[in-house]
C-alpha cells in the first residue's frame, strides 16, 4: 500500500521521524480513544456491584441498581452527610462568635476615639486585647490633627488596629452541605420513595464467552421477547412493562397510552427512558464515549 509521504517532511528537525512518531513527540500530547461495547455496562447490571441486579430498581435518571447495594450507598452517605452537617453548623457559630467579637472591638474603638476628640484629650487609647494596655501617644503639637481621625474608614492599611483581615478559603461561599444523600451516577438528591422498583426477565440463551463471570447473562423485553443490548429501552412505571423503543414504536404504545402487557392505560410522564449501553460503532454513543487523556510527552526540537 502507497504511503503518504506528504506527511513525512524532510525538514531538518523531524525528517528521520513519521508523522505520527512525530506526533507522539510533541509536548502535552491530547489522545482521543472510544470506550468498546466491552468496556460498557450491559442492560440489567447493577451500576455500583456491576452484577446483575437483584431486587433491582431504578431511579429517575433511569439507571439500574440492586436494591441492598444502593441502601447501603444511600445509608453510607447519609451518616457523611449527617457529619458534614454538623461540622458546617460548628463552624458557622464559630463565625458568627468571631464577627460579634469583631464589630464589638471597632465600636468600642470607636467610641473611646470619639470620647478623647470630644474631651479634647491628648492621650487616644489604643484597645488590645489580652495585651499590656499600652497608650497611642499624640504629641501636643499635633494635637489639631486629632479629628481627622473621624475620616478614618473601618479597613484601614494605616492602623494596625483596623488592618482587615483576608478570610480562609474554607470560609468563601460555603454551602450547608446537601440534606439527601446523591445518587451515585449522577450526583442528584435521592429519596427513598424514588426507587422503582423493576422485574427483569432473563435470557434463556446465554452469550458466547471465555469467562467464568456474569457477562454472559442478558435480559429480553417483555413484549418482542428480544435480547436488550445497546437498544433504547423505556420502563412504564405504573405497569413495570420493559420494552424496546422500536418496538413502542411499531406497536404505537406511546400514542395509544395503554401498556401491551396489562392493558391498563398511563401517562406520558409514567415513562421512563432507562440507561443502556452504547454499541462501538463510531455514530452511536455520542461524544460521552469518547475519552480525552492529557499526558506530557516530553519537548520536541
Known amino acids: 500500500m502507497p504511503q503518504r509521504h506528504s506527511l513525512n517532511n524532510g525538514s531538518h528537525t523531524f525528517g528521520v521521524f513519521t508523522a505520527h512518531e512525530r506526533k507522539k513527540s510533541e509536548f502535552l ?9 466491552d468496556s460498557q455496562l450491559p442492560f440489567g447490571f447493577c451500576a455500583l456491584s456491576l452484577q446483575p441486579a437483584e431486587d433491582p430498581v431504578v431511579t429517575p435518571s433511569g439507571h439500574i441498581y440492586s436494591r441492598q447495594y444502593l441502601l447501603e450507598h444511600m445509608s453510607t452517605k447519609v451518616n457523611e452527610l449527617k457529619r458534614r452537617r454538623d461540622e458546617w453548623e460548628t463552624t458557622k457559630i464559630a463565625e458568627e462568635k468571631e464577627f460579634l467579637e469583631s464589630h ?22 489604643k484597645y488590645e486585647p489580652k495585651t499590656n494596655s499600652t497608650a497611642l501617644i499624640v504629641p501636643s503639637a499635633r494635637s489639631k490633627m486629632v479629628p481627622s481621625i473621624q475620616a478614618v474608614p473601618e ?3 494605616w492602623l494596625p488596629h483596623l488592618t482587615p483581615q483576608a478570610p480562609t478559603p474554607d470560609k468563601q ?10 445518587s451515585p451516577i449522577t450526583g442528584t438528591p435521592l429519596r427513598m420513595k424514588d426507587l422503582i422498583p423493576i422485574s427483569l426477565h432473563k435470557s434463556q440463551t446465554q452469550k458466547a464467552t471465555t469467562t467464568c463471570d456474569a457477562s454472559d447473562i442478558r435480559f429480553l423485553c417483555h413484549v418482542s421477547r428480544n435480547e436488550i443490548t445497546n437498544q433504547p429501552v423505556l420502563f412504564i412505571r405504573t405497569t413495570g412493562c420493559v ?5 413502542a414504536t411499531r406497536l404505537r404504545i406511546l400514542q395509544s397510552k395503554i401498556c401491551p402487557i396489562t392493558g391498563r392505560t398511563f401517562r406520558s410522564k409514567d415513562v421512563l427512558t ?8 463510531a455514530a452511536s454513543g455520542g461524544s460521552h464515549l469518547v475519552v480525552t487523556k492529557y499526558r506530557p510527552t516530553g519537548g520536541g526540537a
Open 104 to 125: 464589638a472591638k471597632k465600636v468600642r474603638i470607636k467610641e473611646e476615639e470619639a470620647f478623647c476628640i470630644a474631651n479634647d484629650a491628648t492621650r487616644i487609647p
Open 29 to 37: 500530547q491530547k489522545e482521543k480513544a472510544r470506550i468498546s461495547a
Open 173 to 182: 461561599n460555603q454551602e450547608p452541605p446537601p440534606k439527601r444523600p446523591p
Open 243 to 247: 420494552v424496546i423503543q422500536e418496538v
Open 155 to 157: 479597613n484601614s492599611f
Open 274 to 281: 432507562l440507561a443502556t449501553a452504547s454499541s462501538s460503532f
